[in-house]
């Protein structure tokens, strides 16, 4: 997985950048196949706004934008919106992969 992160406007701290950095190789508990994950931090006129671009193999990316007056509070949603994204493509595609409760064979006994 190539993980970049860019900044404009701000300058990214170690913590931080470590912050993302570790949340974004959480995401590979999620078993997509995870390609390039694209970080844009910038700041605005009233905070800061956090971009997370996500490309999976296969599939359309996903692409999170988060704004807020903090850039800690901002990078933090911007995760937790990622995680449940990524979490929801992860159950669609089981479900898909699942078979129905009409497909099983009754036990004979």
Known sequence: MNVQIHAKDVTLNDNL????????????????DITTVNVNVAAEKKGASVEFDIHIAHAQPVVINQSDDSLDAAIDLAIERASKALRRLHDKVIAKDATSIKDLEPLEI
Do not use: N, W
Request: hydrophobic share 30%.
């Open 17 to 32: 950048r470590t912050h993302i950095e570790s949340a974004v190789d959480g995401f590979k508990k999620y078993q997509l």
